[in-house]
Structures are given as structure tokens and as C-alpha cells.
């Protein structure tokens, strides 16, 4: 495992008891922060930017009314830690240098406040996102992956243009509620969790997800699986455990691949 890994212990607290945590708050914060600079720069490896599009959010572990995020106009794929804005829910950038993204302040702070469970937020205008949210509906079960959102995720159908008033976000939140994503219609996909490692999978594998119901609706009429099967498995490929577990992997290689991204 890479840097980010070392001086972690088991949480027995942990609801999957398995999930490694850094210990005290700069540790903490730094793991946060180095995954978040990571997972931009997977976004923009797997093309998922478009110009000045797409928020990465981690809530800071002391003030908790405070987020990390991306300052708009840095690409995906040069991000920095040393780049990553430190905003308060009010609005105000209190550390870093650079714009903050008006869409971005005003869905991810409306999702923190709404909810002290999550973690982090992933929004982006990745194009299968895009082209499935057109549809107006919700993922179906057709492979296991998409099973991690079987009954855990929302249609927010209330598209009125770029989010930036403060009500909209507030609906977003409300429609979220306690699960793991949404899909905003005519707009793109948003991911939540309890750790910026698992908001960054589930927006990954639901991206590829779209891709798979689209491609498979496009070939004939796909066979759904059952309900109590699509239940079983969200279990496996749908726990918090699954989600920080399968971003290990792709956090290892772009460190490998783009060490500066830790600068």
C-alpha cells in the first residue's frame, strides 16, 4: 500500500469492522485529502471532466462545517493537494488559493449539512451519466455490479439549468436522503459515502453501470435479476467495505503512475 495507508489501525467501531482509519486529525486529513486529489486525477484519466464541469467534496474531520474541494478551472488531471480549496458550509474560502465552483459550493454544501454521515460527494458530467440521465429513470439490476444500487438510489426528475440557488441544492439533498447516489435527470450522476474512497467507486462503477444498461438496451431486451437476488448481492458489492476496498487499487496506480498529485 502506498503512504496514505501507513499509521492506520483497525476500527472495531466500524460497521464492516474492517475498514483501516488513520489515526488523529492531521493523519486524518491528510489521508482525506490526498485520496480526494487522487480521485480527481481518475476522473480525469477515465474522462470524466468536461471545461469547467465536475465537484469532488470531503468533509474536513475537525471542522466539520467545512469542506475540501476542487477550485474550478484546474483540470482533473493536474490536481494537486496542495491545489484543494477548503470551504466553509457559508461559502467562505478559508485555506487555498483559486475560484470556487458556484454549482459545486451549492450542491455539496447543502449534502453535508443535510446529513453528518457523508463523508464525501462525487458529481461530474461523465457521458454515460449524462446520456442515461436523459431517460428519466433509475439503474435496473442487470449485472452484480449494478446491484450496489439496487433500491439505493434516486431520480431527482426537477432539472431547471445549472445548480446555483441554494433551494435546488436543498431538494437535491432531500431527494438523496440516506442513499449512496443519485441521478440527476438531464444533467449526471452523484455519488455519496461515508469516505471519499467509496464516493469515488460508486460514482466510477455507476458510470460504467449507465454504460452497461445502455449498451445492453441498445442490443434487445436485457434480463433483469430478481429482486431478492439484486438484494443479496448489494450486500457483497454494496457495502461501505466494498466501496473504500475497491478504490485501493486505482488510488495504488495513479500514485505510482503521477506521485506529484500528492504535492
Same mark, same amino acid.
Given at each position: 500500500m502506498t503512504e496514505a495507508a501507513n499509521s492506520i489501525v483497525m476500527n472495531a467501531s466500524d460497521p464492516e469492522g474492517m475498514i483501516p482509519r488513520p489515526q488523529g486529525m492531521d493523519e486524518i486529513r491528510? /489521508?482525506?485529502?490526498?485520496?480526494?486529489?487522487?480521485? +480527481?486525477? +481518475?476522473? $480525469?484519466?477515465?474522462?470524466?471532466?468536461?471545461?469547467?464541469?465536475?465537484?469532488?467534496?470531503?468533509?474536513?474531520?475537525?471542522?466539520?462545517?467545512?469542506?475540501?474541494?476542487?477550485p474550478m478551472g484546474? %483540470?482533473?488531471?493536474?490536481?494537486?493537494?496542495?491545489?484543494?480549496?477548503?470551504?466553509s458550509h457559508s461559502?467562505?474560502?478559508?485555506? $487555498?488559493?483559486? +475560484?470556487?465552483?458556484?454549482?459545486?459550493?451549492?450542491?455539496? #454544501?447543502?449534502?453535508?449539512? %443535510?446529513?453528518?454521515?457523508?463523508?464525501?460527494?462525487?458529481? %461530474?458530467? #461523465?457521458?454515460? $451519466?449524462?446520456?442515461? #440521465?436523459?431517460?428519466?429513470?433509475?439503474? /435496473?439490476?442487470?449485472?452484480?455490479? #449494478?446491484?450496489?444500487?439496487?433500491? /439505493?438510489?434516486?431520480?431527482? /426528475?426537477d432539472f431547471s439549468g445549472v445548480v446555483l440557488d441554494n433551494d435546488e441544492g436543498q431538494r437535491i439533498a432531500a431527494a438523496l436522503g440516506d442513499r449512496k447516489a443519485a441521478i440527476l435527470q438531464n444533467h449526471g450522476l452523484l455519488t455519496v459515502a461515508d469516505s471519499i474512497d467509496a464516493a469515488a467507486w460508486w460514482y466510477i462503477t455507476m458510470e460504467r453501470s449507465c454504460q452497461a444498461q445502455l449498451l445492453a438496451e441498445a442490443a434487445g431486451k436485457p434480463k433483469l435479476i430478481d429482486h431478492q437476488t439484486a438484494l443479496l448481492t448489494r450486500e457483497t458489492v454494496g457495502s461501505a467495505l466494498a466501496g473504500w476496498f475497491s478504490f485501493q487499487p486505482l488510488y495504488d496506480v495513479i500514485v505510482a503512475e503521477q506521485p506529484e498529485l500528492l504535492d
Open positions: 491528510r /489521508d482525506r485529502k490526498n485520496k480526494l486529489a487522487a480521485a +480527481l486525477r +481518475l476522473f $480525469g484519466k477515465f474522462g470524466f471532466d468536461e471545461g469547467l464541469a465536475g465537484h469532488i467534496t470531503v468533509r474536513d474531520p475537525e471542522r466539520l462545517d467545512h469542506f475540501w474541494v476542487n484546474r %483540470s482533473f488531471k493536474q490536481m494537486r493537494v496542495s491545489d484543494l480549496l477548503l470551504v461559502g467562505a474560502v478559508v485555506e $487555498g488559493e483559486g +475560484l470556487l465552483n458556484g454549482a459545486a459550493f451549492t450542491i455539496h #454544501s447543502q449534502i453535508h449539512m %443535510s446529513n453528518p454521515n457523508i463523508t464525501a460527494a462525487a458529481h %461530474s458530467h #461523465s457521458v454515460y $451519466g449524462k446520456a442515461f #440521465s436523459a431517460l428519466g429513470k433509475t439503474l /435496473d439490476p442487470l449485472t452484480q455490479d #449494478s446491484c450496489a444500487f439496487y433500491d /439505493d438510489h434516486v431520480l431527482f /426528475d
